[in-house]
């Protein structure tokens, strides 16, 4: 049994449910911690009672603390909600008059996932994330996005993506499949089929300063995310405005610029090249070193007019 609620409220060019059935308190619904969901839309609001899902369409809005997610459709699954540990179980949901069967959705709800379709955009005060569909489970704090043109930007690097990202915020992991990118505001790119990065834990405050806000768990929450380091699996190239090297797998430091190449290794610049099992790769000075490896030795092109260079690898 389906039921639409048709008597909303404009709000802020959005509009919010105003009656009193099982969808209209979305605003209060608790997301297992931190705040509540804040839930606006523009044209319906479904409420699929044996689904247990609620359905808000024509362009909704989600909101969590300072994060945002915007779509064209925005799904929101519900369930139960738990007693506090200690104390006793809620009675059982009230019967139905007509049919004598218990209410599934009777008692105390919560939000536990949100699904967004349709032109998705995550964003808080620093981060943002764009994508054509997106799944966040709250329980596990984790946001799948997928479809055309994925992207997420910081205030220092963009991430991008083919086929799949991921956002996981309890390891502040974030994983990229197909062609992933990151490329920093000054040029430097990182690419591979498979690209993980993990962001800095929260600096400390100076003394006499207030502790910024820790991540709530939300995809994008808890301020800006800055990169500590990448793992690239497969088809790995790193970039500079005058250097490229590829491998097999690597690995690259934000603070020390420095990357480690591991098979198949070749590394050029200008007309220059160097192969090998192994690279070590300063992306701040642009010195690449080859390294030795049981698999094949060290190989390397030398093109007279640039022998000069003082970034050229060694």
Do not use: C
Not at 93 to 100: D, E, I, M, V
Not at 186 to 200: E, M, T, Y
Not at 249 to 263: D, T
């Amino acid at each position: 049994m389906m039921s639409r609620i048709a008597r909303l409220l404009p709000v802020a060019g959005l509009l919010l449910a105003t009656t009193a059935t099982p969808a209209a308190y979305a605003d209060g619904l608790d997301m297992s911690h931190g705040e509540a969901v804040k839930l606006f839309w523009k044209s319906e609001e479904i409420y699929d009672r044996n689904a247990q899902t609620v359905t808000l369409t024509g362009g909704a809005r989600a909101v969590r603390g300072d994060v945002t997610v915007d779509a064209d459709t925005l799904i929101g699954y519900l369930r139960k909600k738990a007693a506090p540990q200690g104390q006793p179980a809620a009675p059982p949901p009230a019967t139905n008059g007509q049919t004598g069967e218990a209410d599934p959705m009777g008692g105390s709800l919560e939000l536990y996932r949100i699904e967004a379709r349709g032109h998705v955009h995550i964003y808080n005060q620093t981060d943002q994330g764009w994508g054509d569909r997106a799944l966040y489970d709250m329980d596990q704090a984790v946001m799948v996005m997928t479809g055309k043109n994925l992207k997420l930007t910081t205030p220092q690097d963009v991430l991008t993506a083919r086929d799949v990202m991921e956002y996981h915020s309890k390891t502040r992991m974030s994983v990229g499949r197909g062609n992933a990118t990151v490329t920093t505001n000054d040029g430097r790119q990182i690419k591979a089929d498979v690209l993980v990065s993990f962001s800095a834990p929260d600096s400390p405050a100076p003394a006499g300063q207030a502790q910024p806000a820790k991540s709530d768990g939300s995809p994008l929450g808890g301020g800006s995310s800055k990169l500590d380091r990448a793992y690239g699996w497969g088809h790995v190239v790193l970039r500079t405005p005058t250097q490229t090297a590829t491998g097999d797998r690597g690995v690259y430091v934000f603070a020390s610029q420095i990357a480690r190449l591991i098979g198949h290794v070749h590394v050029t610049q200008g007309q220059n090249q160097n192969n090998g099992s192994q690279a070590i790769v300063n992306m701040k000075t642009g010195i690449a070193t080859m390294l030795p490896g049981s698999d094949s030795p060290i190989q390397g092109l030398v093109v007279p007019n640039e022998a000069n260079s003082s970034q050229a690898p060694k």
